[in-house]
């Protein structure tokens, strides 16, 4: 059982961070190595703070884990000192623990008892995760699962995120003979190219493809499904040489704003136009076209891909960096009125990017972008503005002051959301459309209208946590086992349905 003091004996102690101007002046990770004797010890005295709950709403899909991870059995494997024991539970429910351990949010965390109240903190869930699954690597409990028969079924998996991942290592370990197309030149998807490699340095991944590999999924990348070009797979073929097809192609049409004044000046960039080819360059593949050294750059979009631009104009050398948010600024605790426990908590966060220089403007707003007599943007005006609904019901931005204020600006860059799937040849050739959401509709068995098609992913909820991606593929991976097995019957399991959404106040 769980040390029942364990969370009155030991204070929260997330990952340390390496020093702000050491971490600024390169792209490795943030933190410092999980698997350092010391930092590792650290884990152990925080796993003990888990209080093993008879309800544990740290893996409750509506409030927690959508993955329904198993946390405070791990937790209490840690706290023993059985890092083996912790990996085999930990990898029960989730296939990349790195993954989500670099990149989720945890919502575990928000769900845990002990965030009731502010004090003493909930158990640091992700960095027990994240340690349990680097240490499994370092100590050699992460190996190859092949699986002992194969069924002769062909499955195509349309997309290399971690939802296109997740359900392809699934299959595969189910027998099935996996193929996973990229229209890309590397795997990974936004994991690869949308990550700024000082939050996740691509060698995990990269680790990961390997491990798939040796259980022998199939990898085509530079492949433009349904297209007609170079490399390109059509659907005729796609449905010809595949039982079964698993789109996860992401949702990486990025929403803008034309209706800004100056809105069409060079040097206006949405996010990922920008975050792209950064990491390419990171890649080795040369100088990114957009850089922000030595400019004023102006971030639109308080989010964590605003704050991942962020972190990237920072250390390409931005003279400086401004955050605009058109909401005003969270509370600095929970609200139970807003966001109660167990529900995802609205209160104010900095981001480790945010901590390294630059400025952040809550209820501000651009009201028109000012440009040179190149027409290359060289300032922004902005105003106080506030949210509120119309009459009917809709969100609008209002200014609050007619005072502009104009700021320096050579870079812009929008990071307001995502619309869904960007504009592909293969929805219209497999008949598909998408729904009012801008994503792709599927019935209780992830199927979509095409007979044999099945979504999973940002592509059928919308642009959502990575750990909700992992817990969508592992569910239409059963799914797909269950239409692939003649008796209609399948072992894999399905942590999710697809109408499941958060516990929301």
């Not at 059985?82 to 989500?100: I, K, V």
């Not at 909401?327 to 605790?333: K, S």
């Not at 792709?440 to 919308?462: L, Y």
Request: hydrophobic share 35%; with cysteine.
């Amino acid at each position: 059982m769980a040390d029942p003091r364990g969370f009155l004996k030991y204070d929260r102690q997330d990952n340390p961070k390496r020093p702000i101007e050491e971490r600024r002046a390169d792209w490795h990770e943030l933190y410092a190595p999980l698997t350092d004797p010391a930092v590792r010890e650290g884990t152990v005295t925080q796993a003990a703070r888990c209080m093993d709950c008879g309800i544990p709403f740290c893996h409750s899909g509506g409030a927690g884990c959508p993955l329904g991870n198993l946390i405070p059995e791990w937790n209490d494997h840690v706290r023993r000192g059985e890092w083996g024991r912790a990996t085999d539970r930990l990898h029960a429910t989730n296939n990349f623990p790195e993954f989500t351990g670099a990149l989720c949010p945890a919502p575990c965390e928000a769900a845990c008892v002990l965030s009731i109240t502010s004090q003493p903190g909930p158990v640091t869930i992700k960095r027990v995760e994240w340690s349990i699954a680097e240490v499994g690597w370092a100590d050699g409990h992460v190996v190859p699962q092949p699986p002992s028969n194969r069924t002769g079924r062909r499955v195509a998996v349309v997309g290399s995120g971690p939802a296109g991942l997740a359900a392809a290592q699934q299959l595969t370990r189910a027998g099935h003979d996996v193929t996973v197309y990229e229209r890309d030149d590397r795997l990974g998807g936004l994991m690869r190219y949308g990550i700024p490699e000082y939050k996740f340095e691509k060698w995990e991944l990269d680790r990961r493809l390997e491990q798939m590999r040796a259980e022998g999924t199939h990898f085509v990348v530079s492949c433009e499904v349904g297209g007609d070009g170079d490399g390109a797979l059509s659907v005729e073929r796609l449905r010809a040489e595949h039982d079964a097809v698993v789109l996860a192609v992401g949702a990486l049409q990025g929403r803008d704003d034309r209706t800004i004044p100056g809105r069409d000046l060079e040097g206006i960039h949405l996010a990922m136009e920008y975050l792209v080819p950064a990491n390419r360059e990171q890649e080795g593949d040369g100088p990114s076209p957009i850089n922000a050294r030595g400019k004023n750059v102006v971030i639109i979009g308080g989010g964590d891909t605003g704050a991942d631009c962020y972190g990237t104009a920072t250390r390409q050398g931005a003279i400086g960096v401004h955050q605009l948010d058109q909401y005003p600024p969270p509370p600095q605790t929970r609200q139970d009125s807003s966001s109660p426990w167990p529900t995802w908590p609205y209160v104010f966060r900095t981001p480790p990017a945010l901590e390294e220089g630059g400025e952040r403007l809550f209820a501000t707003a651009v009201q028109r972008f000012v440009g040179d007599d190149r027409g290359h943007v060289r300032a922004v005006e902005l105003s106080s503005v506030e949210v509120r609904k119309d009459a009917d019901g809709r969100r609008e931005v209002v200014p609050t002051s007619e005072e502009l204020h104009q700021m320096p600006c050579d870079l812009v860059l929008f990071s307001i959301g995502f619309t869904g799937p960007d504009d592909m040849p293969l929805l219209p050739s497999l008949g598909l459309e998408r729904n009012p959401k801008g994503s792709i509709g599927c019935g209780s068995d992830w199927q979509t209208d095409a007979p044999g098609v099945f979504v999973c992913g940002d592509a059928h909820r919308g642009a959502s946590l990575i750990v909700w991606a992992i817990a969508e593929g592992r569910s239409a991976a059963a799914a797909v086992d269950r239409y692939l097995d003649p008796a209609g019957s399948t072992d894999l399991p399905a942590p999710l349905h697809p109408n499941a959404v958060p516990l929301s106040a």
